[in-house]
């Protein structure tokens, strides 16, 4: 199973933006509605299934933008993006997971067979896999130590070199490879076979680091095919001189990707993540601009191997640029924009950002509205509770209010929620002490969390054409 893990925890709120679920709920009953109306859906008659899309692409250039590039969402006529304070702390975290190949975003644009102008524009994104492991040895593909060989479970590193079978069983590039005993300690030997038993014209002697399968020579890698063809000790991954990843899926060569299982709702193939309302309308320059949202969107997203982040975004809308990439379509200049609500927030948990006051005990929340976070990204304090205020009142209540009730205790974490009506609510508690329950899961009477303010994220983003099948 592919999933996200961040290098920071901001990073990780930064790539989750875009995974986005349609999910409506419904303000609760003392809310006075909201500033982001939920779009209704447009019709088309193609069905929105995955791989039935007009487009495929993928995700390929992810950025925090700056204030500047922020959606007015609160309609005052400024841009609104608490969060780009932030970006050159989240930039290095993003682009080392795009070079791992952590972030695999694939989108489908569907009832958009060619360009032009179209009034209904439907888009599904989903988490998607590019680093394999189809033999099930616990090792993928595309890495810089990864599998050499995805089709044989018996070859992955850490295992032993066999002599004369041709094949480089442990993956270090080498095939039949000896180590023997010198006055300097065990030296490695190259196999000095000159057998060519798959025909390809190249011996082990020569380099051939596994002599049963043709495809596999020493020279070009061929991307996706699960082989080292380039003998480098890896499949599917190659770097030239000056470190250029010659596998990758966001260059404009589209190359193939797996959905996640985690992209469909449980027990079916409907996409969790789609936008039902979007249009493709010529600009004022003639190009052709995409509109999708805004809605209320939510998703589930796996953070690391032990932490799941329910992540909601009210008022969600993207933009962008649709062009012809090579032979498809790709989204250049693409803006994606919304609020990060409170609840959203104090999901993110355990990852430490020492810069920012970020224990691994503690959220992100906290370290936005009790410690510094709030005040680098310029939050403003209630002068009458001393809490931090979010910037965007998305139930139109009030803006709501969050800090720690004992400022003297360190680390200071947030267990104080106050709602935009002045409603206060506290943690719960256990005898011992212990959190029971954070303040920001309180619901209203229709079930829905109470507490929907929160902090504007707008993030820059490209597409480029991709490959997509089934898991």
Not at 13 to 42: H, N, Q, R, Y
């Amino acid at each position: 199973m592919r999933r996200i893990v961040a290098s920071s925890t901001v990073a990780t709120v930064a790539t989750a933006a875009l995974l986005l679920a349609a999910g409506c709920s419904s303000p609760g009953v003392d809310k006075p509605g909201t500033i982001f109306p939920t779009k209704p859906e447009c019709e088309i008659d193609s069905p929105v299934v995955p791989l039935g899309g007009d487009q495929q692409m993928v995700i390929s250039f992810l950025e925090i933008g700056k204030a500047e590039d922020g959606f007015d969402l609160d309609g005052d006529g400024d841009p609104d993006n608490k969060l780009s304070a932030v970006g050159a702390l989240a930039r290095g975290a993003i682009e080392d997971s795009f070079q791992d190949f952590s972030i695999v975003i694939p989108v489908e644009v569907f009832s958009f067979p060619q360009r032009g102008a179209d009034p209904c524009v439907k888009l599904a994104f989903y988490l998607g896999n590019y680093r394999f492991d189809l033999d099930g040895d616990g090792h993928e593909t595309a890495g810089e130590r990864g599998d050499c060989d995805d089709t044989d479970a018996a070859v992955h590193p850490g295992v032993a070199e066999l002599a004369d079978n041709g094949k480089d069983d442990n993956c270090d590039g080498n095939a039949d490879e000896t180590w023997a005993a010198t006055d300097g300690g065990m030296t490695l030997v190259p196999s000095t076979s000159t057998a060519d038993a798959d025909m390809d014209g190249i011996t082990v002697a020569d380099g051939d680091c596994d002599d049963s399968n043709a495809a596999v020579t020493g020279g070009a890698e061929v991307c996706g095919d699960g082989l080292d063809n380039d003998c480098d000790g890896a499949s599917d991954f190659s770097r030239d001189g000056a470190g250029v990843l010659a596998c990758t899926p966001y260059d404009e060569t589209p190359d193939t990707l797996a959905f996640d299982p985690l992209s469909f709702e449980p027990g079916t193939m409907k996409p969790v993540i789609i936008f039902n309302s979007g249009e493709a309308v010529t600009g004022e320059a003639g190009d052709l601009r995409l509109h999708a949202g805004p809605s209320l969107f939510s998703v589930t997203v796996p953070a690391t191997n032990d932490i799941s982040l329910e992540l909601r975004i009210t008022g969600a809308t993207i933009e962008g640029t649709l062009v012809a990439v090579g032979d498809g379509l790709g989204i250049k200049d693409g803006r994606l924009g919304g609020v990060l609500d409170a609840h959203t927030i104090d999901t993110v948990r355990g990852i430490a950002i020492d810069e920012v006051g970020l224990t691994a005990e503690d959220s992100l929340l906290d370290a936005v509205f009790a410690n510094i976070l709030g005040t680098i990204i310029g939050l403003q304090t209630d002068p009458m509770s001393g809490c931090k205020m979010p910037d965007i009142d998305v139930d139109l209540d009030g803006l709501e209010q969050f800090c720690d009730s004992n400022i003297e205790e360190d680390p200071l974490t947030v267990d104080k929620c106050i709602d935009g009506d002045g409603t206060i609510v506290l943690d719960e508690v256990d005898a011992a002490g212990v959190v029971t329950k954070h303040c920001t899961e309180a619901v209203d009477e229709d079930g829905a969390f109470r507490f929907v303010d929160g902090v504007s994220i707008e993030m820059n983003f490209d597409t480029t054409p991709a490959m997509l099948r089934q898991p």
